[in-house]
């Protein structure tokens, strides 16, 4: 166990920002597993911009695990994040980056499918 002691730190260097972490950590979790039971509002600007009319019709199964997706991959950017500052690999960095271009490519052509799919449904 002496060999591991290098690799963790606990001593709370950034006790406050490991706080607001874990909080994000919570509320993304929580916004990902209500979108993925189809419970709630869709955490979407054009939801909550939109119409009574329109929020029942963008409140679809696709919408829903569209966002529950989004909001589980960004509680794990914020997990890697928080071990970050616990566990001194260097290569995590590396391999958060890699999720977050990934997350940014997945929404952007997700995104664009469901809208191109609705814009078809109301015509």
């Not at 002496?2 to 001593?11: A, E, G």
């Not at 993925?36 to 019709?57: A, L």
């Not at 997990?79 to 290569?91: G, H, L, S």
């Amino acid at each position: 166990f002496k060999s591991m002691k290098k690799y963790f730190n606990w001593k709370g260097k950034h006790l406050m920002s490991n706080f607001i972490l874990i909080i994000f950590i919570a509320i993304s979790l929580t916004i990902s597993i209500f979108s993925f039971m189809q419970k709630g509002p869709i955490f979407s600007t054009i939801y909550f911009f939109s119409t009574e009319k329109e929020k029942k019709e963008l409140k679809t199964k696709d919408r829903y695990y569209f966002i529950g997706i989004t909001f589980l991959v960004v509680s794990i950017i914020f997990a890697i994040t928080f071990m970050e500052d616990k566990v001194n690999v260097p290569f995590l960095w590396i391999f958060r980056a890699v999720i977050i271009i990934g997350l940014c490519i997945y929404t952007i052509t997700r995104y664009s499918q469901l809208e191109s799919k609705r814009i078809k449904n109301k015509s």
